[in-house]
């Protein structure tokens, strides 16, 4: 066994996992797993850069982790950056902070690495404990990107476009300062053709069309806190319940009947769902948007939601 410590640091939160790692096994023992929204990527899309108060929430969240760490006695870190820091002017700030509080720089990974740590992490306890047998396309929604993976024993095609959930309401739903609450018939319309145009990009690398029918095979699995949070919501959890929520799975209807209550919702109403992270509340609307666009393109009728994902693949890189 190798303890392992793995931080993902996306646009919308940072995440830790510290595991005992067995290769040969194939084993990951869960130490630590924790997740703070520190929406490090507020802005970019705009400005081209890290704000200042991003990147002290994300220094603070880092702080934390550094703790964690020590105190369980990790030998291996690996810190990995994704879309926010991809995007940012000012990245160099954001490495001399992480080097100074926990010792390693981060890695900002292309969009196709990350893509590979997704898969890893997503699939490799799939076939046999849940019967989910490849092939699969793997799609991970974050703040400021989404990865598209597909493939069997491994990668076969992958693909990164810049559509998140942080991203798209930024873009669309902020007015004067404010996120339209809820949004108008025009600004849905809008996202949804961000969507489309960001799919019709990714399909020039990864089979979508179809893909997921059950004729042609595919087994969707979905990743990330949007993917999660509807898959809560859909479960009708009193509470967020990982063990729950892992290998569960849900259809397309339900998935496009919790998106449209949730962009006919408030921002008060989506804050009284039992599942719902507050840093969430304001982006879950186009994050929804985002899976539905995307099961509805594949011909997908349901999806497999993956607790595991690029955390996982990380650790399993480090070991």
Not at 131 to 158: C, K, M, N, Q, W
Not at 186 to 208: C, G, K, N, S, Y
Not at 286 to 300: F, N, V
């Amino acid at each position: 066994m190798t303890r392992v410590a793995a931080v993902d640091c996306g646009t919308n939160s940072i995440r830790l996992l510290v595991a005992d790692a067995d290769p040969a096994g194939g084993e990951l023992i869960e130490l630590d797993r924790r997740m703070k929204i520190v929406r490090l990527g507020q802005g970019v899309d705009r400005t081209g850069r890290l704000a200042p108060e991003a990147l002290e929430r994300t220094f603070a969240a880092c702080r934390e982790y550094a703790e964690v760490v020590r105190e369980l006695g990790a030998e291996r870190v690996r810190f990995v950056a994704t879309s926010a820091s991809r995007d940012a002017e000012n990245r160099e700030e954001f490495v001399r902070g992480v080097v100074e509080i926990l010792g390693v720089e981060p890695e900002v990974i292309t969009g196709d690495q990350e893509a590979q740590f997704s898969f890893t992490g997503a699939t490799k306890e799939l076939t046999g404990r849940t019967h989910v047998a490849g092939p699969y396309l793997v799609v991970d929604i974050g703040g400021g990107s989404t990865e598209f993976v597909e493939g069997g024993e491994g990668v076969r095609a992958a693909r990164s476009v810049d559509i998140g959930c942080v991203r798209l309401t930024e873009r669309h739903l902020v007015v004067d300062g404010r996120i339209t609450d809820p949004p108008t018939e025009d600004q849905i319309a809008a996202i949804r053709a961000d969507v489309e145009q960001a799919l019709d990009l990714a399909e020039r690398t990864v089979p979508l069309s179809r893909a997921c029918r059950p004729a042609d095979g595919h087994a969707l699995v979905g990743l990330a806190g949007s993917v999660t949070t509807v898959a809560g919501i859909a479960l009708g959890l009193k509470e967020y319940d990982s063990s729950a929520i892992h290998h569960s799975r849900i259809t397309l209807g339900q998935v496009r009947e919790i998106t449209g209550k949730l962009l006919g919702s408030s921002h008060a109403e989506r804050a009284e769902i039992p599942v719902m992270h507050p840093g969430r509340v304001d982006v879950i609307g186009a994050g929804a948007l985002i899976l539905l666009s995307i099961m509805e393109r594949t011909g997908a009728e349901e999806v497999v939601v993956s607790e595991h994902d690029i955390l996982d693949g990380i650790a399993w890189s480090i070991a």
